[in-house]
């Protein structure tokens, strides 16, 4: 197989994946998530039921497409945080900027598709996952960071506490969403309530994972 068709396979792909998505966002906004089928989904799409279920194993990442960028953002962050930055400082200072641009990732999704998400308990579930998830690859990100033994509980401890302001802001972000309030105040709003939860967590994690000039050391 050549370069070429390589690449014109994986466009194919991609666009099959983003017909799929685009077609049941759609119908999940008319008609609300739970009233919608995955074989309504195929037919919009002009694709089979198996070509949905390839692409999206489960119903609601449909609607929740962002699962693995959800759940990588914070271990990122900590990975590619700056020489001197701990991972608290680091996710502050990422957190700021996904508000100023009113990133869908961290809740600014609008005012419909955030109430078509609190209507369906399916995807309040499967929401709930993606935060626990979340935490858990931070986890993962933090003992490598700091070069844990394998068993040593400071680094869940450090990702629970990080991981639950993230989920506080995003549940708080959605909650103003619903509200009907704009991104501008939302974001102001959260803003200011961010400032609070990472001081509160400064006294225990200012110090906790900071880079070094020459790479990783235990934190």
Known sequence: MTAQSTGLRALKKRQTRENISSQATRLFLERGFDNVTIAEVAAAAQVSKMTVTNYFPRKEDLALDMHDEFVRQLATVVREREPGESALAALRRAYLAAVAAHDPVIGFSGPTFARMIAASP???????????????????????ETG?????????????????????????????????????????AVTGYAHVAFDALAPALADYAVRPAGGRVPG
């Open 148 to 188: 844990s033994p394998e068993g040593d509980v400071l680094p869940r401890v450090a990702a629970a506490q990080l991981a639950g302001v993230h989920r506080l802001l995003f549940e708080e972000t959605m909650r103003r969403t619903i509200a009907g309030q704009g991104d501008d105040d939302i974001a102001r």
């Open 122 to 144: 399916a995807l309040v579930a499967r929401l709930r996952e993606f935060h626990d998830d979340r935490e858990k690859a931070l986890a993962a990100a933090l003992a490598e």
